[in-house]
């Protein structure tokens, strides 16, 4: 009988150092993680947090003009969508608008002048 319990015994101190192995082993590898990312963040420059949205002149001009944009590149897709049931043209027109927004946005809202 205490053959049995001692084999017993050594089998449960024998899954006991292997479990403890194990989470020695995944602690190790967090651990070299952690320090991987914090070198790698130390090297970023910080980022502003901003609490509140920009509430000045100049912001809310940009949002106004930002908003006209997307409402006359939607108003030009819906046309597109309403004249033609190509969707090939569809699709070109697409792009076309995509392609051509910042170029709208630079010679309508130039904000150097």
């Not at 901003?50 to 409402?71: E, H, L, T, Y």
């Not at 897709?77 to 792009?95: C, K, N, P, T």
Request: net charge positive; charged share 30%; glycine share 6%.
């Amino acid at each position: 009988m205490s053959k049995e319990r001692a084999r017993r015994r050594a089998e449960r101190e024998a899954e006991q150092a292997r479990q403890a192995a194990l989470r020695a082993e995944r602690e190790a590898r967090l651990a070299r993680r952690r320090e991987r990312v914090g070198r790698v963040v130390a090297l970023l420059p910080g980022r502003p947090v901003r609490i509140v949205s920009q509430g000045g002149i100049m912001a809310r001009r940009r949002r106004a003009q930002n908003g006209v944009a997307v409402v006359l590149f939607l108003i030009v897709q819906v046309i597109v969508w309403l004249l033609w049931s190509s969707w090939a043209a569809r699709f070109g027109a697409l792009v076309i608008s995509l392609l051509f927004v910042p170029l709208f946005i630079t010679l309508v809202f130039d904000r150097r002048s």
